[in-house]
Each structure stands twice: as structure tokens, then as C-alpha cells.
């Protein structure tokens, strides 16, 4: 005969276990479904990015939408077209883009995420700073509609 209570102690505690291990480090919460879309609308952005892809660089940016990025002190302003031909060129050195702790804020229609970032060459650390995105809700997708980032070189490794 089996005994219910125990088998299912047992499988509360097995679920427990993987929750625990599935979890984020204490005092952070994980991302709700819709800050993990607007998340991966940027993600896709890099992922083009990575493989150097314009249309995949293209596909979740609004048509029209702009970047600032912040060098030595002066502001680089770029349509998103002119954004994704530059991402895009073809070259031997292989480019990444990570970012982490991303803090999303969603209200309606609109988002913003803020977010450390390190951009890789071949694997190491070429300069670093701060992505800024803003992000609207079309058709229930959602799209970014401007990146601004700074950069700088006095990056410290991630672990």
C-alpha cells in the first residue's frame, strides 16, 4: 500500500529543491512574463548583433527610432538603419554584447530598460557603460523605439 503523505512530502520537497535552485539570489525577484518580453526584444538586438545580422538587428526596432551613444564625452546620434549597417559590417573579429541586472519598468504601453553592459571582441573586454532603452507596445509586440549608452574603458571584469 502506499502512503500518500509520504510520496507526496516527498515530491513538495523535490519541487522545493529544483525551486530552490531555480531561484534568483535572495533579495532579487525574477522578471514577470512581460519584463521578459521586453527583455528579449533588446536581447534579439544583441543577438543580431553577435552575428553581425542587420534584418535580425532591424526586427525589433520601430521604424524611425533613434540611438545616442555617448564616446569620449560627445554624443554619436544614428537613425536605427544607419545603427544596424554599422553593427552589421562583415570583419574576422567576433563582437558581443552582454548585459546583466537589467532593471525593467513596464507602465502600459511603455517600458525602459536599464542595464550594465560589456561589449567583447574575440572574447575580451573591449569598453563597458550603461544601456538605456526605451520600448513601446505595437500590436502587442514589443518594439524599441531609442537606445542612448555611454561608454568607457575602465571596465572591471564580470565573474
Same mark, same amino acid.
Given at each position: 500500500?502506499?502512503?500518500?503523505?509520504?510520496?507526496?512530502?516527498? @515530491?513538495?520537497?523535490? #519541487?522545493?529543491? #529544483?525551486?530552490?535552485?531555480?531561484?534568483?539570489?535572495?533579495?532579487?525577484?525574477?522578471?514577470?512574463?512581460?519584463?521578459?518580453? @521586453?527583455?528579449?526584444?533588446?536581447?534579439?538586438?544583441? *543577438?543580431?548583433?553577435?552575428?553581425?545580422?542587420?534584418?535580425?538587428?532591424?526586427?525589433?526596432?520601430?521604424?524611425?527610432?533613434?540611438?545616442?551613444?555617448?564616446?569620449?564625452?560627445?554624443?554619436?546620434?544614428?537613425?536605427?538603419?544607419?545603427?544596424?549597417?554599422?553593427?552589421?559590417?562583415?570583419?574576422?573579429? !567576433?563582437?558581443?554584447?552582454?548585459?546583466?541586472?537589467?532593471? @525593467?519598468?513596464?507602465?502600459?504601453?511603455?517600458?525602459? @530598460?536599464?542595464?550594465?553592459?560589456?561589449?567583447?571582441?574575440?572574447?575580451?573586454?573591449?569598453?563597458?557603460?550603461?544601456? !538605456?532603452?526605451?520600448?513601446?507596445?505595437? *500590436?502587442?509586440?514589443?518594439? #524599441?523605439?531609442? #537606445?542612448? *549608452?555611454? !561608454?568607457?574603458? *575602465?571596465?572591471?571584469?564580470?565573474?
Amino acid at each position: 500500500m502506499i502512503d500518500l503523505r509520504r510520496s507526496t512530502s516527498r @515530491v513538495l520537497t523535490a #519541487i522545493c529543491a #529544483i525551486g530552490t535552485l531555480a531561484a534568483p539570489p535572495a533579495g532579487a525577484k525574477s522578471p514577470s512574463a512581460e519584463e521578459q518580453a @521586453v527583455l528579449a526584444a533588446f536581447h534579439a538586438v544583441l *543577438d543580431g548583433l553577435a552575428h553581425r545580422d542587420r534584418a535580425a538587428i532591424l526586427a525589433p526596432l520601430l521604424p524611425g527610432g533613434t540611438a545616442t551613444l555617448m564616446r569620449n564625452g560627445k554624443p554619436v546620434q544614428l537613425t536605427f538603419e544607419a545603427l544596424a549597417e554599422r553593427l552589421s559590417q562583415p570583419g574576422a573579429a !567576433s563582437h558581443e554584447e552582454r548585459i546583466r541586472d537589467p532593471l @525593467v519598468r513596464i507602465d502600459d504601453n511603455v517600458a525602459i @530598460v536599464w542595464a550594465p553592459f560589456e561589449f567583447l571582441i574575440d572574447g575580451k573586454v573591449d569598453h563597458c557603460g550603461r544601456d !538605456s532603452v526605451q520600448l513601446v507596445r505595437v *500590436d502587442g509586440h514589443w518594439l #524599441i523605439a531609442s #537606445i542612448a *549608452d555611454n !561608454s568607457r574603458t *575602465d571596465c572591471v571584469p564580470w565573474k
